[in-house]
């Protein structure tokens, strides 16, 4: 097709190249819209199974009401939801927004990660040359699954104001190997990753015992720790002064615009509770709330999604972050 077209001339030559490098990027980032909405699908098992520390290939998905397994035809990321509206095709049953949402944002993220290693450079040359799968294919693999975690963090911790130790712990040592091969992607070594995670562990560790010691209470809770010395692994240490300042700027927005949600008396019980006698079930809920009634007043909101969100901000937008404070510095005193 291309060689006829170009028989008509120079710019008909020109359009077709312009065409097969569209439809190159095209095909590039339909391939990992659709991966990253599968990621989002299996991330909606882990967020929904691992809390309750439940297998999380076995058994197949299934409806939370009627258990009936999902087919999988009725288990396309995002269409099957679209195509059932929201209902459980057995039963009926409403099934949450949130499991296309997880599985659309995974998705877009996937795009923009990718987007971001090829520089938007997706044509022909590109594709060819060496360096495409160092330079783009593999930062881009091994980074989506650092964004995965902090996506099932999040949702994990809005859910049970929890960071399982099961995604932070074995994702500081992945996140510092990962560094090593793929770290130039995003300009970071392997030093940069180790010193990361160390100031990491070490800052949430200080601000918990500082807090400790003047208010008598934990600030935080005990996973930020372990979720921030992850982020300094896979981002390098020269993230953590931007993760921190905007985790917590961003974190106190969302307490001044919805803190009343977040209530202390409004903690989730641990997991597993529900699976309990009603009665006992209700007795640890009493004695959970008489144990925090001492502050009222005060808010407890999960940091982990603000943490997440700081980190997702600096790995897909750097470079812009970058150019920004430069800017203001220059106007600055
Ligand atoms: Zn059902």
Redesign the pocket.
């Known amino acids: 097709m291309g060689r006829i077209a170009c028989v008509s001339g120079r710019f008909a030559c020109a359009r077709v190249a312009d065409v097969n490098e569209f439809t190159l990027g095209g095909v590039f980032l339909v391939g990992v819209f659709m991966l990253g909405a599968a990621v989002g699908s299996f991330l909606n098992v882990v967020i929904f199974r691992l809390p309750h520390k439940l297998s999380l290939v076995r058994p197949g998905s299934r409806?939370p009401?009627?258990e009936?397994p999902i087919r999988v035809w009725h288990n396309v990321p995002i269409v099957s939801w679209l195509v059932l509206r929201g209902r459980?095709a057995?039963?009926g049953?409403e099934i949450s927004p949130r499991y296309p949402l997880v599985e659309l944002v995974m998705a877009l993220l996937s795009v923009g990660l990718f987007h971001g290693f090829s520089q938007g450079l997706l044509t022909t040359d590109v594709v060819q040359a060496s360096t495409f799968f160092s330079d783009v294919v593999m930062p881009y693999a091994l980074y989506l699954i650092f964004v995965a975690a902090l996506v099932a963090v999040t949702f994990i911790d809005l859910d049970w104001f929890i960071i399982p130790d099961a995604i932070s712990l074995p994702g500081i040592p992945l996140g510092i190997c990962v560094a090593a091969v793929a770290g130039p992607a995003i300009g970071i070594d392997v030093w940069d990753a180790l010193i990361g995670a160390a100031v990491g562990a070490g800052v949430i560790v200080t601000l918990i015992l500082v807090y400790g010691w003047i208010r008598g209470r934990e600030g935080m809770g005990g996973g930020d720790w372990k979720l921030l010395a992850m982020i300094g692994a896979w981002l390098g240490w020269q993230a953590l002064p931007f993760v921190l300042l905007m985790s917590s700027l961003q974190g106190i927005v969302f307490v001044l615009l919805l803190g009343r949600n977040f209530a202390v008396d409004a903690l989730p019980p641990e997991p597993g509770v529900e699976e309990m006698a009603d009665e006992m079930a209700d007795e640890m809920a009493d004695a959970e709330t008489s144990e925090v009634a001492e502050g009222v007043g005060q808010l407890a909101i999960p940091f982990g999604p603000f943490l997440s969100l700081a980190a997702i901000e600096l790995l897909y937008f750097g470079p812009e972050i970058d150019d920004l404070l430069a800017r203001l510095l220059e106007f600055g005193p």
């Open positions: 409806c009401s009627c009936t459980c057995s039963c049953v």
